[in-house]
């Protein structure tokens, strides 16, 4: 069973709505989550990061969320633009001490005219 | 360089044929990672590299993948005797801290990948 489940797995939304993107957790013990955008063709870009001690983050019209207890995390977008058209990836990183990182499948959005 | 740079962006490999997958990080960045990503998938770890030391190849999937980085810079990923499974997109990724940079709340650079298709 994959770490990392987000949630939809794909969504249309009209240019100028607000959506939110899920991610549940299994990774333990917990070190930080990763909210990256992937455009088609490219390489992911870092969001967000946030440790167990932050609730929520933001980055221009980004805005994550994070509930370490229920190992939730939610992405919100505001006044989605054509450009947010992308995969947005939930990245867990355990606190093993090693460099592995637990990738969600994405959650694939496309913003419409 | 500005960023991590990857080649070639695309790759059209025979069943059979050995490929050889460049990674350029920026520069400085000590910590290298490859990742494997299949289409509608997350990226899947393949090996992570400190410097030139290959600390972590544990997500290879067989014997027929090796990678390198020799000096420290530039990696090389080389498929040997490509079979269809292998058709993915290639990431490399780089951090510029040492271990574990992924502890940390030190971001991860990714390259735009190599896509790989295996006829």
């Known amino acids: 069973k994959n770490q990392v489940e987000q949630s939809p797995q794909s969504l249309i939304i009209l240019e100028g709505k607000n959506c939110t993107l899920q991610?549940?957790?299994?990774?333990?013990?917990?070190?930080?989550l990763r909210w990256y955008k992937q455009d088609t063709g490219r390489g992911p870009v870092s969001l967000t990061i946030?440790?167990?001690?932050?609730n929520t983050k933001s980055n221009g019209r980004y805005t994550a969320t994070l509930d370490a207890d229920t190992k939730q995390s939610s992405l919100h977008i505001t006044a989605s633009q054509l450009s947010d058209s992308a995969s947005y990836i939930c990245?867990?990183?355990?606190?093993?001490?090693?460099?592995?990182?637990?990738f969600g499948k994405g959650n694939q959005v496309v913003v419409i005219p | 360089g500005a960023g991590v740079s990857q080649s070639p962006r695309y790759k059209v490999a025979k069943r059979g044929q050995d490929v050889a997958l460049r990674c350029d990080p920026i520069?400085?960045?000590?910590?290298l990672f490859w990742y494997q990503q299949a289409l509608g998938q997350g990226p899947e770890f393949l090996t992570y590299?400190?410097?030139?030391?290959?600390?972590?190849k544990s997500g290879l999937p067989s014997d027929r993948f090796f990678a390198e980085r020799p000096e420290g810079s530039v990696s090389t990923l080389k498929i040997q005797r490509t079979q269809q499974e292998d058709s993915a997109v290639y990431l490399c990724?780089?951090?510029?801290?040492?271990?574990?940079?992924?502890?940390?709340?030190?971001?991860?650079?990714f390259g735009s990948g190599t896509q790989l298709s295996v006829l």
């Open positions: 990724a780089s951090s510029v801290l040492r271990l574990p940079p992924l502890a940390t709340n030190e971001k991860l650079f």
């Open positions: 991610c549940n957790y299994t990774v333990s013990p917990f070190s930080n």
């Open positions: 946030m440790t167990f001690s932050e």
């Open positions: 990245v867990v990183a355990g606190n093993y001490g090693n460099n592995r990182l637990a």
């Open positions: 520069s400085g960045h000590v910590s």
């Open positions: 590299f400190q410097n030139e030391a290959q600390l972590d």
